[in-house]
Every structure is written in structure tokens, then in C-alpha cells.
């Protein structure tokens, strides 16, 4: 038999054995797969956060020349807060969203964070983690200038965690009747060799005499 027949004897032989077999062998080589892959899927899902906006508050008003005004908002419970220009800004003003140590650092010294950290005319979006004490308003110009901001305090949850700990479990019983069947076999393929290999063992030579 050439290898292309050798090739379509296996296949056929593949064939025979797929088909033979029980609704018990299907079973115990599927249901773990779909355990363990159930259970990662819920386990995705339940990490999937919700995200949605707890309160919001809008500052509008006007800060004159050389002058820094605030607004003491202290709001807290929610996960950060996003500030933002709800008209395009004069690029000299300057706002800042302190939380509640930074806000006493104002009020101790009057200093203020990093430029960096303000909203301008080149950055009019801001996130900001924390609770939200005190919203300042800066402007170093020789012009009255008017603002108009607003921020969103949002709250990220994950109403959906407590099925993390079935996912897990779920997955977990998946995983170890994959490895207990995966053991099973690479036993029971070891045994079945040792046997094939005592059973077709040739007989010793035995040497002639004379």
C-alpha cells in the first residue's frame, strides 16, 4: 500500500471511530469545554464596568482683572469628575479643580497646582480623581474675562461583579475534568503501549548445538 492509500485507510479509519462513537464519550469530551469556556465569558462579563454620571453642576459668571474668584462645590461619593468650557474660553483664564487637600493648601498659602493640571483655552476637558472641594478661577489679565464650565461627576460600578465568583467556580470544574480526562488518557495510552510492546516482544534466540 502506497502512502496516499496508507493516508486514506487512516481517515477512513478517523471516520469509523467519530462515528462510534457513544452520546457518553461526546459528552465527557464536550460538557468540560463548555464549562470552562462558560465561565470565562461570565467571568468577562461580570468585570464589565458601568459608567454614568452621578451628579453634574454648571458654573457661569464673570472674574475681573488680576482677580482669582472660587466656588466651594465639596462633593465626594463618585469615582472622578470630569470639568469642561462649555464655551470656547479666553486663553488667559485659568481653572482649577482642587480636591479637599488641595484646598486647604489655597487656603493656607494661595497656591495653586501646576499649570498643567488647569483648564485653558488649549485644554478645555479635564479629568480629575477625588472628591471635588473647590472650583478656582484664575485670570492674570488686565480684562475682565467670563466663564462658563461645567462638571460631570461620575461614578463607575460594576453591578454585574457578583457573578464573578459561579464564573470562576464554573471554569474551574471545566478545567478540572479537561486535565482528570487528559490524564486518564495519557495513562491509559501508556498502558496500552507497555502492553503492545510485551505482547509483540520476540522470543529469545536460542542457539544451536553441534
Known sequence: MDGLGRLRHA????????SQRSAREWSEA???????????????????PEVGIADTFRLTGEVGPGLTLW???NRSGFSY??????????????????????????????????????LTCERRTGAFGGAVARVV?????????????????VQVSQPLGVLALPGFAIFISGAVFLIARMIV??????????????????????????
Open 11 to 18: 481517515l477512513a479509519s478517523a471516520r469509523v471511530a467519530w
Open 30 to 48: 464536550i460538557v468540560p469545554w463548555i464549562l470552562a469556556v462558560a465561565g470565562v465569558g461570565l467571568i468577562l462579563w461580570a468585570a464589565l
Open 71 to 73: 466656588t466651594d462645590v
Open 81 to 118: 469628575s470630569e470639568a469642561r468650557f462649555e464655551t470656547p474660553p479666553s486663553c488667559d483664564l485659568r481653572v482649577y479643580v482642587l480636591d479637599p487637600e488641595q484646598s486647604v493648601r489655597f487656603d493656607e498659602s494661595g497656591a495653586l497646582p501646576d499649570f498643567s493640571e488647569a
Open 185 to 210: 488518557r495519557g495513562l491509559t495510552r501508556m498502558v496500552d503501549e507497555f502492553a503492545e510492546r510485551d505482547e509483540f516482544q520476540p522470543p529469545p534466540k536460542q542457539e544451536g548445538k553441534g
Open 137 to 153: 478661577f484664575h485670570n492674570p489679565s488686565n480684562l475682565a474675562i467670563p466663564y462658563d464650565v461645567r462638571v460631570d461627576l
